[in-house]
């Protein structure tokens, strides 16, 4: 398998799209921009697992996303954060 396309500590957004097939990625996510905390291995994906063996299998990262960010009302501070698991073909690099 190639070297991973992002490093941790990049800053990365999250797709904003929605397949018409089954995926992992919460709505609320989906256009945040985030930063790679983790590069979690090769695993299935879970939009193969549907109809197949979830081949080809891919990076998992898992992405830290302040939740003042994700939330504007969050009353909470901004080192509040929520850490969620994102395979590779749904980040993109952040600008």
Not at 16 to 30: E, L
Not at 38 to 48: D, F, M, V, Y
Not at 50 to 65: F, K, Q, T
Request: charged letters at 25%; one cysteine or more; hydrophobic letters at 35%.
């Amino acid at each position: 398998m190639s070297q991973p396309r992002f490093a941790t500590g990049q800053r990365v957004r999250i797709a904003d799209r929605t397949p018409p097939i089954h995926h992992r990625v919460p709505a609320y996510a989906k256009g945040h921009i985030g930063t790679i905390e983790r590069i979690c291995g090769i695993h299935g994906q879970p939009e193969k697992f549907i109809r197949g063996d979830g081949v080809p299998r891919e990076r998992l990262y898992r992405v830290s996303i302040s939740q003042t960010d994700l939330w504007p009302a969050y009353r909470g501070t901004n080192i509040d954060r929520l850490d969620i698991e994102i395979f590779e073909h749904w980040l993109e690099p952040a600008e």
